[in-house]
């Protein structure tokens, strides 16, 4: 059964800092790996999805790589702000394709 | 792109009362839904795979009786948490799968259950 861990669990960091998020999986045999921003309170919001043919997907500041054979993913923001300042969920499936099992994320706060 | 919708965002109930929430993928059918449950500062926890025309398989350690997961058709799932205790009261969010190139999953904005 998938497992899904990341680390750190919390980080702090000044504004304009480069950070990045780690997540390790148990089943490399995935279809993809998915990167979530969830606010306070609030909903998922889909970041990056990377398929297990690809090594990297970037959208803006952000940056995730995925490497299957060791079963580890990043994500990389850039020049962070106090915008940024959410927990970060990654995601894998239990098994081939779905459904998705949830690190425990990584609480950001990024201080202006 | 695919949206998910969920209602009620919020409820509050009484204990031992029963409480619907719904899943509802707006502009596409998803034969195969999820149900997630995050206790605060949690993680995200699978609750029970939801199939269209069928049971649902329910994750180890999740009582089938007291959550119930109908999905009648191919664009609607629902979760009724029966005689509710305060210890039910969670962020339930659901996800659908739309079947092609990239099975692409998509979230619910999820729904708060207090439990009074």
């Known amino acids: 059964k998938q497992e899904v861990t990341q680390i750190p669990a919390a980080l702090s960091v000044p504004e304009g800092e480069n950070l990045v998020l780690n997540c390790s999986f148990t089943?490399?045999?995935?279809?993809?790996l998915q990167w979530f921003r969830q606010d306070p309170g609030k909903g998922l919001t889909s970041l990056l999805l990377i398929q297990s043919s690809q090594r990297e997907q970037t959208s803006g500041r952000l940056n995730a790589s995925l490497d299957k054979s060791s079963g580890r993913s990043t994500l990389y923001i850039a020049a962070s702000q106090p915008g940024d300042s959410a927990t970060y969920l990654c995601a894998a499936p239990n098994s081939g394709n779905t459904p998705l099992v949830f690190g425990k994320g990584t609480r950001l706060s990024v201080i202006a | 792109g695919a949206v998910v919708s969920q209602h009620p965002s919020r409820v509050i109930c009484k204990s031992g009362t029963s409480v619907k929430i719904e899943c509802r993928s707006l502009d596409f059918q998803a034969t195969t839904m999820f149900w997630y449950r995050q206790f605060p500062k949690q993680s995200l926890m699978l609750m029970a795979t939801?199939?269209?025309?069928?049971?649902?398989?329910?994750e180890q350690g999740v009582e089938k009786d007291k959550f119930l997961i109908n999905h009648a058709s191919l664009t609607l799932s629902t979760l009724t948490v029966t005689s509710a205790h305060p210890e039910d009261s969670s962020f339930y969010i659901c996800?659908?799968?739309?079947?092609?190139?990239?099975?692409?999953?998509?979230f619910g904005e999820g729904s708060w259950l207090t439990v009074v």
């Open positions: 996800s659908a799968r739309v079947e092609g190139p990239g099975n692409t999953i998509y």
């Open positions: 939801s199939n269209e025309g069928s049971k649902a398989t329910y």
């Open positions: 089943d490399s045999a995935i279809y993809n």
